[in-house]
């Protein structure tokens, strides 16, 4: 029987003479009839392509009418032809599209003249092509990057980009902003963190013509900047410390990735080397641990660990979140509305959305060994000691007994399932409960050939849910919990080494198959591994992740360069060059100065990938150091200052708000990198997650550490961070917001950080004198400018207002918190 999906070769029969004539003219495939088959839901993307391979976006195919005996479309002779029939809704047919307005007559008889004239096809050069030829897509995010001409004879090529259309819009630029103003500005910019009075002290008193570029070259050298610039693409990796979903449990290790990012970004690593890592450095020949390290990039997907879900399902949803993920980071496309059907405005196609997936579809998550310096020797000392003893209590609670009739059973219970219920649930905790959900790839290990960590997985697996098969009675007859206990007690007090979370490829690859509407249980036709047909192809045949890699950051790519200056231009200006950052599609924004951006991205590649050329570029720019002064005969004419004629006013992202009141009051602990840490705060918000909270405050200097190593627990993230507009870490972010709301107000006043950090600002000042004295030193510490007579006035009131009420430290206290407070110190002028 015919497949009915096919449902464009079934002949109705009812006379074509009912049908609207054809017309005249001659008739263009891709401006005529490609926008009436989708219209009709006969594009390249239905169920009927989906399945059967038949396509109405491809001559052969149309002509051959796939898996069925008669062609939806015969050159020369509409008469009788099925996709006319369908399209004009004939008796005995099913209507296309099904829901929805119909094709007028009109269209219908541009149809019928298009297969009468021939089935005409001017489609677009093959992929091979494209990379050699004109692009496939006239859209200008998809142009070749040709780096253009510096016009006019600014000194800077940036500047000249900017003043020249300044000049053409009749508008000037605005002043350099003060000395003091421009260092706090380029501090919190490159390193998050505002100068020092000494600091600021030293530069204003440098009269050397390049005293501002010594300072940008000393903040570059900062290992601060890898603290800085590591937020924002953590931002984009959609990093977290805890899965998400119901559960949401905590991931030890996952701060090893961001250790990398900090690191890797502090070296200046090429931007395509940055990227190469990421996406595949376990493929790369004989891949260092750093390198696979950096492949945790791929591991920041959320974890269900839900009870009775569907495992293919969410293995499913990470393997959409990775692709998704790919093409916004480094494409600046919305990729991932093409996992159901065709992207409705860009030209990227459904099948190319799983074409990439395929690069991701063979992933195995895998923790391995990153230790970090120092943590070798100390557990190669002890490590024999310590697997005696452990391997003594698994002996005394009989452990090595049990686990070989636990495992028949349980592979047992996983042949048959509804035999037995409650070894049905304990082969479900097995695949949901192990750390990284390969109890079920370990089990069905020859037990010879497990790895000592495979081992240790899956027989503390057993230590802690066997109450699932023989149930609570039996379980604390046999005291599992009490060896638990000294089981973790053992671990704690021996020399580990740091884990990381990590990819490789499968041992045992499957294929890919195209998905059906996006649903996860109706596989199509299968995709081999690919880019979307309207950029440059790859140039092997059989291409695998580092292919992919490569490919992301190669010249012939136009949006990888492209997007990455953006988003650091976005940094420093609050919005990018293209306004929608995430989204180099039509539906996105065009480029307010495309020249410029043209110039540094390929300036971005003729310097080896430099981030810190590029942020050295961008931060000696007359452009950046222009006063942020609002200029009101602009707020008709740019009122997004669109085309800078001035700097903009930053609030700072919710990490470095409290960074800097840590910094100003002497608190901070400036400790780079390490596992993270958990500051007070609010009673009741962690246990607000599921299964109540374990919230341990982090001791002594850590509960000061900088905001980028606060743990994020996706279910209940620091309040702090959510009211600032940090992220929620579930998806790629390419752009913070920033509110204005209430609840920071709130937070900048009640916090125990920031009442804190105002009892030792106030503490620093205040044995420094008089009043006057000490309020300039704390006006330099806070704000690195001294206070105005109005300032001084109004402060000295509030100051004996509070001191007559709570006494001089006190008062101290009051005066730092009304500066932590103050817009400006909270905004980046």
Excluded at 260 to 270: G, K, Q, S, Y
Aim: net charge negative.
């Amino acid at each position: 029987m015919r497949d009915v999906t096919l449902c464009f070769f079934v002949m109705a029969a009812t006379a074509l003479a009912q049908l609207p004539p054809a017309a005249a003219r001659r008739i263009d495939f891709r401006n005529d009839i490609e926008p009436l088959l989708r219209a009709s839901c006969i594009g390249c993307h239905g169920p009927a392509a989906q399945q059967s391979g038949f396509r109405l976006d491809d001559r052969a195919s149309l002509l051959k009418g796939g898996n069925s005996a008669k062609p939806a479309a015969v050159p020369g002779n509409s008469e009788g032809s099925p996709l006319i029939q369908r399209v004009a809704g004939m008796p005995g047919v099913i209507a296309m599209p099904p829901v929805g307005p119909k094709l007028s007559p009109e269209q219908i008889g541009l149809l019928r003249a298009w297969i009468d004239q021939g089935v005409s096809w001017n489609a677009a050069p093959p992929a091979s092509t494209v990379a050699t030829t004109s692009p496939a897509s006239k859209h200008w995010s998809f142009q070749p990057i040709v780096k253009p001409s510096v016009p006019g004879t600014e000194p800077h090529p940036i500047d000249a980009f900017v003043r020249d259309r300044l000049r053409k819009e009749g508008i000037a630029p605005s002043a350099e902003a003060p000395r003091n103003v421009l260092l706090r500005r380029l501090s919190l910019d490159l390193i998050g963190l505002p100068p020092t009075p000494e600091e600021l002290a030293e530069f204003l008193a440098d009269n050397r013509p390049d005293a501002y570029e010594r300072q940008v070259d000393r903040l570059l050298a900062s290992p601060h900047y890898g603290e800085k610039w590591a937020r924002q693409w953590l931002d984009e990796a959609r990093y977290a410390d805890s899965d998400g979903y119901e559960k949401d449990w905590s991931r030890p290790y996952a701060w090893r990735y961001r250790e990398w990012v900090i690191d890797a970004l502090n070296r200046d690593m090429p931007f395509d080397r940055f990227t190469i890592e990421q996406i595949a450095g376990d493929e790369l020949a004989s891949a260092t641990a750093e390198q696979k390290v950096a492949t945790g990039f791929n591991r920041n997907t959320l974890t269900n660990r839900e009870g009775g879900v569907d495992n293919e399902q969410f293995r499913f949803e990470n393997l959409v979140d990775r692709t998704a993920t790919v093409g916004t980071v480094w494409l600046g496309l919305t990729v991932g509305c093409a996992q159901c059907h065709d992207h409705k405005f860009d030209p990227i196609k459904q099948k190319d959305f799983y074409r990439l997936s395929a690069f991701f579809d063979n992933l195995e998550e895998v923790d391995i060994d990153a230790p970090m310096p120092g943590e070798l020797g100390p557990w190669l000392a002890t490590r024999a000691e310590y697997r005696a003893k452990r391997d003594a209590l698994l002996k005394e609670y009989h452990v090595p007994e049990l686990q070989p009739a636990w495992e028949k059973d349980m592979l047992r219970a996983a042949a048959h399932p509804g035999e037995r219920t409650d070894w049905d649930l304990a082969w479900d905790c097995l695949l949901k409960l192990t750390e990284r959900g390969d109890g079920e790839k370990i089990m069905r290990k020859d037990p010879a050939r497990r790895t000592e960590r495979e081992r240790d997985v899956l027989t503390d697996h057993f230590i802690r849910n066997y109450h699932f098969a023989v149930g609570d009675k039996k379980y604390k007859e046999l005291k599992f919990d009490e060896l638990d206990e000294k089981l973790r007690a053992l671990y704690k007090s021996y020399p580990q080494l740091t884990q990381a979370m990590t990819v490789a490829d499968s041992a045992n690859p499957h294929p890919t198959f195209l998905r059906v509407r996006g649903d996860y249980k109706n596989p199509g036709i299968e995709v081999q591994p690919g880019v979307p047909e309207v950029l440059p192809p790859l140039s092997t045949q059989h291409p695998e992740r580092l292919d992919l890699a490569r490919w992301l950051v190669s010249r012939e790519n136009p949006l990888t360069s492209r997007v990455t200056v953006n988003r650091v231009w976005q940094e420093y200006f609050g919005q990018g060059l293209v306004k929608t950052s995430a989204d180099f599609g039509s539906q996105g924004d065009r480029p307010t100065h495309p020249e410029l951006l043209d110039w540094l991205a390929a300036d971005f590649m003729d310097g080896g990938w430099s981030l810190k050329h590029l942020h050295r570029l961008i931060v000696t720019s007359a452009t950046y150091k222009q006063s942020s002064q609002a200029r009101p005969e602009l707020d008709n004419r740019d009122p997004n200052n669109s085309l800078l004629a001035r700097q903009s006013r930053l609030r700072l992202p919710a990490e470095l708000i409290r960074d800097e009141a840590l910094e100003v009051s002497g608190l901070l602990y400036p400790e780079i990198g390490g596992p993270s840490v958990r500051p007070p705060q609010p009673k009741g918000v962690s246990e607000l997650r599921y299964g109540g909270g374990n919230w341990e405050e982090s001791a002594g200097k850590d509960r000061y550490r900088r905001g980028l190593y606060i743990f994020f627990q996706r279910s209940t993230p620091y309040p702090l961070l959510s009211n600032f507009d940090a992220p929620k870490s579930n998806v790629t972010v390419c752009r913070r917001l920033r509110t204005n709301t209430p609840l920071q107000a709130l937070n900048l006043l009640n916090d125990p950080v920031f009442f804190e950090a105002a009892q030792a600002l106030g503490e620093r000042v205040a044995d420094a004198g008089d009043f006057s004295r000490a309020l300039t030193r704390m006006y330099e510490l806070a704000l690195d400018r001294e206070p105005a007579d109005k300032e001084v006035t109004r402060l000295h009131s509030y100051f004996d207002q509070e001191r007559a009420r709570f006494g001089d430290r006190s008062a101290w206290t009051s005066v730092a918190s009304v500066l932590l407070n103050l817009d400006e110190f909270i905004v980046r002028e």
